[in-house]
């Protein structure tokens, strides 16, 4: 069975294709595009125009991609962008219309839940901890126990969404560390705050541990990361500037306006939950939606 599913971040659009024929997962086919749907967003919460024509084209690219690997299940969604957007549904609907592609706007749990999937399904991964996707727009957190789901957050703290209230240009100060950081501490609800293992969901996670080993995390893995490299990379890249980003090779271009805000973020909650062992891990929520339509399957 071929299968695919495609995440409509709010900075990329994430396409994933694995024949899962087997429990263990061949990769055919996986893109990330700039979309930036949360460009200019914030100012205005609607989807641009120039940002919908990027959406389309993009769309239209992953479905031909699609067709041309025989799909037989695909499952489409929309994130932390699309369900904040004025517009959003009215611009998923002219999607349905002109490419005849269902795109589901998912809650921030929904996405949460999509995530843990995603990594649960991975053979060594964990059986305990807390796992971190730091998105556009937002930010989820997921624990679990016994590889089961105890508690999820889905904060409104994406590094989109933080760039929104920073010059790129300047370099964060103290005082601006703090105060994000009494942001980050208000929308969190979560009671627990010892949880020793952080597992980190794809994304800047992937970038550190490249930064760290010099060469790629491999695919649907999950690597440990050395502490004493990981955390002065993350005071490294939190005062650093835009300039000294640009030109760190390692770095996906796409990375490089927000990494020193999502190395902010993994550092704070590093701090706030006593967290002693981190793993990056290269599946996100896209493996979680190859996930739940693989267990949809099984149980018709």
């Not at 930064?211 to 005071?235: A, E, G, H, T, W």
Request: net charge negative; glycine share 6%; aromatic share 8%.
């Amino acid at each position: 069975m071929i299968v695919a599913g495609i995440d409509l971040g709010t900075n990329t659009f994430d396409l994933l294709i694995v024949d899962a024929s087997t429990s263990d997962w061949k990769m055919l086919h996986q893109e990330k595009q700039w979309v930036g749907l949360g460009v200019d967003f914030y100012e205005t919460s609607c989807i641009s125009d120039r940002a919908k024509t990027a959406a389309m084209s993009c769309l239209t690219q992953f479905l031909n991609t699609c067709r041309s690997f025989h799909v037989d299940c695909l499952k489409a969604v929309g994130t932390s962008a699309l369900r904040d957007a004025l517009n959003g549904t009215e611009f998923v609907k002219s999607l349905r219309d002109e490419l005849n592609v269902p795109v589901e706007i998912i809650t921030g749990e929904r996405e949460a839940e999509l995530v843990f999937l995603g990594l649960n399904s991975l053979s060594n991964f964990p059986c305990n901890g807390l796992i971190m996707d730091v998105g556009g727009g937002s930010t989820e957190l997921i624990t679990f126990q016994d590889r089961s789901i105890k508690g999820l957050n889905s904060l409104n703290i994406g590094v989109t969404r933080l760039l929104a209230q920073t010059d790129i240009n300047r370099v964060l100060t103290i005082k601006d560390v703090a105060a994000f950081e009494r942001l980050f501490n208000a929308e969190l609800n979560d009671s627990e705050r010892h949880i020793p293992i952080l597992v980190g969901s794809a994304g800047p996670f992937e970038t550190f541990y490249h930064l760290i080993n010099k060469v790629s995390l491999p695919f649907r893995s999950c690597f440990q990361l050395p502490m004493d490299k990981l955390l002065p990379l993350l005071d490294q890249l939190i005062y650093s500037t835009y300039q000294q980003r640009l030109t760190m090779d390692s770095v996906p271009e796409l990375r490089k306006k927000y990494l020193h805000l999502a190395a902010l973020q993994i550092k704070w909650v590093i701090q706030t939950f006593s967290i002693n062992q981190v793993f990056a891990s290269s599946a996100g929520l896209s493996d979680g939606l190859i996930s739940a339509q693989i267990l949809s399957e099984k149980s018709n």
